[in-house]
């Protein structure tokens, strides 16, 4: 074990929704770095926690009509088991609801206090007076305050249109999306970080030391520190689901204030848990300066903003050990595009592993990811292409092909890369004089394996995953080739020479699995048991420079991955579909009480009483929109195409023009009366009616039905 002591953490994720594949990104990179530090010795300990505050997990609960314990309590176990099936191996995960959590929440908040750095200011916000709670940004919809814009449904922090940033006390003709009701600005007690007292330190950190990746610093000089920073706002007033703040009552501190101090908790959580000294992992006071142990952070680049320059701000002012990095990357695209839910290519984590191997993903994150901000795009036929042919046809065909020679007999009794041609039993003169290159070549092959190890591990600390397949899969593609150049199932040869040869085989496969460890573990664990290896947790990077024991034992082969599917590609984005479309909206804020407005009612009674004869002659049926454009020259139209099942479709002209974006509906699946006599309108014949709740304007609401509805199906 060497001296080299890394805390290493993942973003915590947001206890109000699953873990879906963009996410995995991040913590498939985070696992990959931690697995290869491991295996060079290094003491690492990988922590992360659930992030569990805020107002959308208070409204959530709400809505469900149940403790925000109890929702917490379920998300918590969910995301465990995702980033179990992906084999993501935490040291410990935690909550940041957590006692470890407010302790140390209250010892930085201290800090913070005794540097003078905390103000109180009035801030004015949105009500909601019919849900009782002020109004967080993704609760607010309204107009783009830009007058150069003026889009209708935007939120409240910015414009999807045009970009434009705002609060949402800017918008115009506000409504809350909890209640449907337009809020009051009220004014509250905010307590706010002076950060901009704090400039000339995270000018001199994030400028220098190697802190950060140099296209990160650039940013931050130009965005943020070459101006005055603004107070950070750590404080949200009663109704909030989070810590009160011991020195202020009534007032909660801000999820992004406790949630990355839920890096500390976790820590503190696992030092208790196995004996540690959380101050030996993340030292505080005098010893903050020490060289210690390393922190390292891995993040999406939409939170650069938080830990580049609030939480070093908020450990240096409360004296606690800096981050030796922040490791940044970007977004996940899936054929080029963002993540869509109508195309199904929003794919929970639990919705991958019911279709695909873990493995497969795991491999193609690392074959795509870098040290760089850049995007990482899965297309999805090379995701396929990829996995069958280096997984499958280099790496694990390499096993396959020979193990099954050793069963019985073994590995090679003699010492493989140290043999000169005389050694060979039952040899042929013919083929002494042939096989003296095969030897040499594979001495010299399995050397070069060795010395490519410090190339390897190297581009593995620097997180270029991608070009640690590059040059592994070349090492695959040399293993291959010997191979083929001496096949074991050629009759002509001996069967001493077909030991050797796959003994040889075996030993290149070996090192390309250790090598690829800290990205397939599952593969690692395999080969383990097929040449009874020590257990991968004793594994060492050192490993690579010694052969196979001579006369080792091969177990049966077994499968160790199959070949994608794409047809288990094409059920998983299916599913997808359907599990977006099947997903309900939330119910109401006021549902959880038991008692339902009746202002809609009042504003649209109930129609007279009709007969069952009446009501049977409506055929609403399940359809699916294939296509959906905005009518031109129409405020209020979007044309659909909506299939029926088969080769029936029906043209509609919906009025829900700026409530619903075409690209948004592609895919979903909605409920159709099919046959409402054909009305020839100015833009076409419309051939049906969508259905949708709402007295119209913004508030329509496409009704979709539950997952397991297929097009064609009769609504009864």
């Known amino acids: 074990m060497s001296d080299r002591r890394i805390l290493v953490t993942s973003a915590l994720p947001y206890a109000n929704g699953h873990i879906h594949i963009g996410h995995l990104v991040e913590y498939i990179q985070t696992d990959i770095w931690v697995r290869f530090q491991r295996l060079h010795g290094n003491q690492c300990v990988f922590v992360c926690a659930d992030d569990t505050h805020g107002t959308a997990i208070m409204i959530r609960a709400r809505q469900e009509g149940r403790s925000e314990e109890a929702l917490i309590a379920d998300m918590r176990e969910s995301h465990i088991r995702d980033f179990e099936g992906f084999d993501i191996e935490f040291s410990n995960y935690g909550s940041t609801n957590s006692a470890e959590n407010r302790e140390l ?31 967080a940004d993704r609760f607010v919809k309204g107009t783009c305050p830009n007058p150069e814009c003026g889009a209708p449904n935007q939120y409240g922090d910015s414009c999807d249109k045009c970009g434009h940033t705002h609060s949402p006390a800017d918008l115009l003709d506000p409504i809350s999306t909890l209640t449907g009701t337009k ?30 990746q140099s296209e990160v610093a650039n940013y931050l000089r130009g965005h943020f520190l070459g101006q005055p920073l603004h107070d950070w706002d750590v404080s949200r007033p009663a109704p909030y689901f989070g810590f009160e703040i011991p020195d202020s009552p009534g007032n909660y501190w801000y999820v992004w204030f406790d949630a990355p101090i839920g890096y500390m908790a976790s820590l503190a959580e696992w030092c208790r848990k196995n004996g540690e000294n959380f101050d030996d992992w993340w030292p505080h006071g005098e010893k903050a300066n020490s060289r210690g142990p390393e922190i390292h952070h891995f993040i999406g680049k939409d939170i650069t903003y938080f830990h580049t320059l609030f939480w070093p701000a908020m450990l240096s002012a409360a004296k606690f050990k800096l981050p030796a990095k922040v490791h940044i990357h970007g977004f996940l695209t899936v054929g080029g595009e963002k993540m869509s839910k109508s195309k199904g290519t929003y794919v929970r984590a639990r919705t991958y592993l019911d279709h695909l191997d873990p493995a497969y993903l795991r491999y193609y994150y690392a074959s795509k990811l870098s040290a760089k901000l850049d995007d990482l795009d899965l297309n999805l036929e090379e995701f396929v292409t990829r996995v069958n042919a280096d997984l499958v046809g280099k790496v694990v065909n390499l096993a396959s092909r020979t193990a099954r020679f050793l069963e019985e007999e073994g590995l090679s009794p003699r010492r493989v890369f140290e043999m000169a041609a005389r050694d060979v039993d039952g040899a042929s003169s013919h083929q002494l004089v042939s096989l003296i290159p095969a030897y040499a070549e594979a001495a010299d092959l399995f050397r070069a394996n060795c010395e490519a190890g410090a190339e390897i591990a190297r581009l593995y600390e620097e997180r270029d995953y991608a070009a640690v397949v590059r040059r592994v899969m070349l090492i695959a593609d040399a293993a291959n080739r010997f191979v083929d150049a001496h096949p074991p199932w050629d009759k002509t040869i001996t069967a001493g020479l077909r030991q050797d040869f796959c003994t040889i085989a075996l030993n290149f496969f070996k090192q390309i699995v250790v090598y690829l460890s800290p990205i397939l573990p599952r593969l690692a664990e395999q080969t383990e048991r097929l040449l009874n290896l020590p257990p991968v947790s004793e594994w060492r990077w050192a490993d690579l420079q010694e052969p196979l024991p001579v006369g080792g034992v091969v177990r049966k082969f077994e499968h160790m991955l199959q070949r994608v599917d794409p047809k288990k590609v094409q059920a998983m984005i299916a599913a997808s579909t359907e599990t977006s479309e099947a997903e309900p909206a939330p119910a109401p804020a006021q549902a959880a009480t038991g008692y339902d407005s009746a202002d809609a009612l009042t504003a649209e009674p109930l129609a007279e009483v009709c007969s069952i004869d009446d009501f049977a002659k409506v055929d609403m049926r399940v359809a699916r929109v294939v296509a959906a454009a905005e009518v031109k020259d129409s405020n209020k139209l979007l044309q659909l195409t909506l299939s029926l099942g088969g080769d029936t479709r029906r043209n509609v002209f919906a009025g829900i023009k700026g409530v619903y974006k075409p690209e948004d509906l592609i895919g979903r699946l909605v409920i159709c009366c099919a046959n409402l006599a054909p009305r020839k309108m100015k833009f076409g014949t419309s051939e049906g009616m969508v259905l949708a709740a709402g007295p119209g304007g913004k508030d329509i609401f496409i009704l979709s039905p539950d997952a397991g509805a297929v097009p064609g199906q009769r609504v009864h």
């Open 105 to 135: 929440c209250g010892t930085i908040w201290k800090g913070l206090r005794a540097a003078n750095l905390i103000v109180e200011k009035d801030v004015s916000q949105l009500y909601d007076t019919k849900a009782g709670t002020f109004l």
């Open 183 to 212: 809020p009051e600005l009220r004014s509250a007690k905010h307590l706010f970080v002076q950060i901009e007292s704090l400039h000339a330190f995270l000018e001199m950190w994030t400028q220098s030391g190697d802190h950060l």
